[in-house]
């Protein structure tokens, strides 16, 4: 099957195809599409010029290699396949962390500067302390997310589903539907959700489970299910652990922290800190957890009713990790940003997200009085769903939908 090109992507890894001494490290939630790019890649290689016999493709999770349990094993299989190839060979190998000591492996095979390396495997093992340890200052990590809005549309166009000419429409699909790629080949919305739970027990059987000892599978589902209801509120564990109390479950805060930090190592959840804009302090205590996927949330309840306020926060957060932003929340005095956006030069930007601004004067205010204390020329925007942009204290009005459609920078 023809792939469709997460170009985004790829645009971030080209300029190490070549690089022998670096190891390339593709991380993102389980099914966000980690493998069709390291076949996109070999495939532009190929198209580039580049021998398929220089092309060496493993994929672990295949029945061919599902043996394969060891180091030594993952070593004898790659030496049959490199015998008797000349130049730079391009090693790819998918679902590595099925491979007990993997890292020795790949260290030897990049000491020797004729193997350009690119690995997949599960989240909670590759940014575990071990391939930290052994490979530290000899890999690039390039994380992948789900489907931005512009991938979503573009991508239903590659596989000639029917897209909307009215923009909100195709906001309001993306946000019920998720951005997993193979739910975009899915007409129906029922399947898409039973995808998505699928993915959801996948996750937890082979990330969380094989890492951690889940003794209680209730405890941790109701923590699981609080996060993910409660996705961009204010959070505190201790918050988390009252509330749970009220309901009769009872659980320390060593298990939820416990618990969270699983998920996040899963990348199923994504943690965002405070920062108080006076002080330059992270904040301590409170914070707000984003949902790798909307279709988490609408997967694991009944009703299609859309909360835009968490929603755009979301696909926002989600949005400006995927274009290499460090992302936190601002404090003003009393007043809050939603976000605090850093670029790899330390250049900053201020967002605050809003559905509309367009009902009332309050609603308005609301929005720009935050941006409006802060005395810094940095850009600052209020992103709203609205196509009537206003201007007001230099502050840029923006329509989010046209935003992340045309993949703009903040």
């Known amino acids: 099957m023809k792939l469709y090109k997460r170009e985004n992507y790829l645009k971030k ?23 069709s790019l390291m076949q996109t890649i070999a495939e532009e290689l190929i198209s580039n010029g580049i021998s398929k016999e220089n092309i060496i493709y493993i994929d672990l999770d295949k029945r061919e290699f599902r043996k394969i349990k060891d180091a ?101 699909s993306y946000i019920l539907e998720g951005g997993f790629p193979r739910t975009v080949q ?47 509120s204010l959070i505190s564990i201790n918050s988390i652990v009252n509330s749970l109390r009220k309901t009769g479950t009872l659980i320390s805060k060593a298990t939820v922290t416990r618990y969270i930090q699983a998920l996040l190592d899963a990348k199923i959840i994504y943690e965002c800190y405070r920062f108080d804009m006076k002080s330059k302090k992270a904040i301590k205590g409170e914070k707000k957890y984003y949902i790798a996927d909307l279709s988490f949330y609408y997967a694991l309840n009944t009703d299609n009713q859309m909360n835009y306020g968490p929603c755009l926060e979301n696909i926002v957060y989600i949005y400006a990790r995927s274009q290499d932003y460090s992302v936190s929340i601002g404090r003003i005095g009393k007043l809050e940003c939603d976000f605090i956006l850093r670029d790899r030069e330390l250049n900053y930007s201020y967002v605050q997200v809003s559905y509309t601004i367009m009902l009332n004067k309050e609603t308005e205010d609301r929005e720009y009085k935050p941006l409006e204390q802060i005395k810094d020329n940095y850009p600052k925007y209020v992103a709203t769903t609205d196509y009537l942009l206003q201007k007001r204290n230099g502050i840029k009005h923006i329509n989010i939908i046209d935003f992340m459609k045309n993949n703009e920078l903040f």
């Open 186 to 232: 899915m007409d129906n919305l029922a399947d898409k959700r039973t995808y998505t739970q699928s993915v959801i027990k996948e996750i937890f059987e082979k990330d969380i489970r094989r890492r951690i000892k889940v003794r209680d599978r209730d405890a941790f589902e109701i923590v699981k299910n609080f996060i993910i209801n409660n996705y961009g």
């Open 13 to 35: 890894i080209r300029g190490f195809y070549e690089a022998e001494d670096i190891i390339k490290v593709i991380t993102g939630v389980r099914r966000c599409g980690k493998s």
């Open 72 to 172: 030594d094993q993952l070593e004898i299989v790659i030496d049959k396949k490199i015998e008797n190839i000349e130049g730079l060979k391009y090693l790819f190998i998918d679902e590595v962390q099925n491979v007990n000591g993997f890292e020795e492996v790949l260290n030897g095979f990049r000491n020797e500067g004729e193997y350009s390396i690119f690995i997949t495997g599960s989240n909670s093992y590759l940014l575990s302390g071990e391939l930290i340890t052994k490979l530290t200052g000899r890999y690039i990590e390039f994380e992948m997310f789900t489907l931005s809005l512009e991938e979503y549309i573009d991508m239903k166009k590659f596989y000639n589903k029917t897209v909307s000419s009215n923009l909100l429409e195709e906001l309001n």
